[in-house]
T-cell receptor, first 116, second 114 residues
Framework: AQKITQTQPGMFVQEKEAVTLDCTYD???????LFWYKQPSSGEMIFLIY??????QNATEGRYSLNFQKARKSANLVISASQLGDSAMYFC?????????????FGSGTRLLVRP | ETGVTQSPTHLIKTRGQQVTLRCSSQ?????VSWYQQALGQGPQFIFQ???????GRGNFPPRFSGLQFPNYSSELNVNALELDDSALYLC?????????????FGPGTRLTVT
């Protein structure tokens, strides 16, 4: 079975600095997809970035980039120029086949607090 | 284009009761997935509905059931509530074939079972 591991329960970062949130995964599939979501205190899961296993370049979306190291099975999220509004829970997830569809397997999350 | 909406926002139920949670999907999305997120944990997949039929199920007992309607809205029903059912319940809508890269989550329903 696939598994996502996030080893940082909480992180602090100073406003305007960059921060890296760690994510490692375990899968025997050759084709897979990795996701990062942001969950503010309101509860809604907000999609940030996606990396396909065959993508040759690391994904980027604005201030978010994904440091994808396939051999090490890691997919770390890098947030540049942190803002106060970035304070939230961050979840790494992997897409897994279930019956005739797919589901997302989530890690336990990292709580990020941006200090002014 | 409207986003995913869920109702109610909060709900308190007593152990043994039954509950129905509702989800309206993103406009044009015909696939709805439901997740349970216990406090301090990541969401766990309950099941998915596509064109009014269950299309995949996670490791949840049969007392968790669902429906999808012709307008693609969906319900999650939980019978014989247990204390451990207390959680945030999230629904997400998507279109098949896009690998979840266009999946949108609702704000969730927070269920408390006492």
């Amino acid at each position: 079975a696939q598994k996502i591991t996030q080893t940082q329960p909480g992180m602090f970062v100073q406003e305007k600095e960059a921060v890296t949130l760690d994510c490692t995964y375990d899968t025997s599939d050759q084709s897979y997809g990795l996701f990062w979501y942001k969950q503010p205190s309101s509860g809604e899961m907000i999609f940030l970035i996606y990396q396909g296993s065959y993508d040759e370049q690391n994904a980027t979306e604005g201030r978010y980039s994904l440091n994808f190291q396939k051999a090490r099975k890691s997919a770390n999220l890098v947030i540049s120029a942190s803002q106060l509004g970035d304070s939230a829970m961050y979840f790494c997830a992997m897409r897994e086949r279930v019956d005739s569809s797919y589901k997302l397997i989530f890690g336990s999350g990292t709580r990020l607090l941006v200090r002014p | 284009e409207t986003g995913v909406t869920q109702s109610p926002t909060h709900l308190i139920k007593t152990r043994g009761q039954q509950v129905t949670l509702r989800c309206s999907s993103q406009s044009g999305h015909n696939t709805v997935s439901w997740y349970q997120q216990a406090l301090g944990q990541g969401p766990q997949f309950i099941f998915q509905y596509y064109r009014e039929e269950e299309n995949g199920r996670g490791n949840f007992p049969p007392r968790f059931s669902g429906l999808q309607f012709p307008n693609y809205s969906s319900e999650l029903n939980v019978n014989a509530l247990e204390l451990d059912d207390s959680a945030l319940y999230l629904c997400a809508s998507s279109l098949p074939g896009q690998g979840f890269t266009e999946q949108y989550f609702g704000p969730g329903t927070r269920l408390t079972v006492t």
